[in-house]
């Protein structure tokens, strides 16, 4: 197949296309913890979801092949041989820490039940001794999910003079599923008397492999769903809220924050 030949892109086409990018910020980690550590560390369920939502960076993990060399099959010619692939060993993750010294409690907790640790008090002596867990009561699978901010938005379409709400609006994430995982480090936290700022805790969890899923869900609850196609009054009427028509254009958060959407319709107006 020869190469593409240059064509001309409108101005729309080139936003639709360039516009419609993925952000850097908008994920969520699940972390499953295992049922041995629970017992140990003692934290309820809301806790375990705040340290979750209180995870500020991670980072999607990668993977290579490992190749062995072919020579002079063909006359001149190295060729390169796939043989395995080869995972990240480690993810990266980093939180902000509550208040309450939970998520340091979290993972601190984790690592003591995974080294034996069952008196803090006699860790405290100039001669401890250590006896490991078994894998299987502290490894556990955790999850890394990436989705846009229009995730949970229901795209609309015209119908004439009409306005109404698409029912097969499907919307794009990545699963990241981290198999057998466990905290394998916990970097130190400077405190010092200079400006204060966020205390951030960074762990590293290492784990077997990972598998990346594409999934495509069918939105529909919390979207925009119009009950009525008629405009009164230059306004719409919805479930959610009123969205302004007046001169073909759909008022939305988007125009409060001056972002573009990369999207057009038919009128050429941007589309949230």
Known sequence: MA?????????????????????????????????????RVGLNNFDYDNINLLCCEAALPG??????????????????????????????????????????????????????????????????????AYPSTYKENIFLTKFEKDHFT???????????????????????TFVKAFPLSLTSMPVSYDGSEVLKCNVSFNFIRYVMERNSNLVSEGAVSFSSGI????????????????????????DVENEPSGFTDRFGNERF
Do not use: C
Request: charged share 20%; glycine share 6%; net charge positive.
């Open 231 to 254: 405009p009164i009054n230059g306004t719409l009427s919805t479930n959610s809220r009123n969205v302004n028509v007046s001169g073909n254009r759909i008022e939305t958060w988007r």
């Open 154 to 176: 229901r795209d609309y379409n015209y119908y004439s003079n009409s306005l109404e709400g698409s029912s097969t609006t499907f919307r794009t994430s990545l699963d990241y």
């Open 3 to 39: 190469g593409v030949k240059p064509q001309k892109l409108t101005v729309s086409k080139v936003k639709a296309r360039l516009l419609n990018t993925a952000q850097s910020s908008l994920y969520r980690l699940t972390l499953v913890i295992p049922d041995a550590v629970r017992r």
């Open 63 to 132: 993977s290579s092949l490992t190749t062995h060399e072919v020579n002079n099959d063909y006359h001149g010619i190295t060729e390169k041989m796939a043989y395995r692939r080869m995972y990240d060993e480690t993810i990266g993750l980093t939180f902000y820490v509550d208040r309450n010294y939970k998520v340091i409690e979290l993972i601190e907790g984790w690592m003591n039940y995974i080294t034996g640790v069952n008196n803090i008090s006699s860790s405290k002596g100039a001669y401890v001794g250590y006896r490991m």
